[in-house]
């Protein structure tokens, strides 16, 4: 399988703990994305990194969170001392290319479902 | 900002047609896409339009205006696993800005 792929797949942690997701792009994609999902909703973008460098951090992304492509291949996505808020599914996204032609398309891994007790 | 709307829910049975409409307001406009996202699963590709008209895909069609801030998704011959979320999706940048989605029930 080459798609992309995300660990773990669910995570269940206790209010105020730390937990970190990683995500494994699909192999040629220099374009990585991490979004969240709640209940309902459709994803809502949290950063993107183009090779190793992060373009984008949305305000969504408070300063208990930070994200990582240390050499352009996987990424880390950590939340640091998580509250009940943060209970979501985590989705990372990665294309070829950017936007503007179907090259730009993202395709998302199977997710992380968090859960803060 | 993005404004992107779509209905919550459809229902339709087994064979038939369905169409789910997306619009959408913008700051730029590089691109729109369909997934597909079944209940605990990631979304997957379905279309991606960037200029005006139909895009077909065997069951699956995708139709933009631009100038109407508009698209559709149409289901064609509908069957039990079509049964799933519709995320009407826009680009202007690098990241994708979502619909809320629209569930869509197939009925026997």
């Known amino acids: 399988d080459t798609g992309v792929s995300q660990d773990p797949r669910h995570k269940i942690t206790k209010r105020g703990q730390n937990v970190t997701f990683r995500c494994d792009p699909i192999s040629e994609h220099n374009r990585l994305y991490w979004y969240r999902q709640t209940l309902g909703q459709g994803p809502e973008f949290l950063t993107y990194?183009?090779?190793?460098?992060?373009?984008?951090k949305s305000r969504l992304l408070s300063d208990r969170f930070s994200a990582e492509r240390p050499k352009g291949s996987f990424s880390t996505l950590e939340i640091q001392r998580t509250e009940q808020g943060d209970s979501a599914m985590y989705l990372c996204a990665s294309s070829l290319k950017g936007p503007g032609s179907k090259s730009g398309t993202q395709y998302f891994g199977p997710g992380t479902r968090l859960l803060v007790l | 900002g993005q404004n992107i709307d779509q209905p919550t829910e459809m229902t339709a049975t087994e064979g038939a047609i369905v169409q789910i409409n997306c619009t959408y307001q913008t700051s730029g406009f590089n691109g729109l896409f369909w997934y597909q996202q079944h209940a605990g699963e990631a979304p997957t590709f379905l279309s991606y339009?960037?200029?005006?008209g139909l895009e077909e895909k065997g069951r699956f069609s995708s139709f933009l205006s631009r100038s109407k801030g508009y698209s559709y998704l149409l289901l064609k011959e509908l069957q039990m696993k079509d049964s799933a979320s519709y995320l009407c999706a826009v680009t202007n940048d690098y990241k994708l800005s979502f619909g809320a989605g629209t569930t869509v029930t197939v009925r026997a």
């Open positions: 990194f183009q090779n190793e460098a992060q373009l984008e």
């Open positions: 339009n960037v200029l005006d």
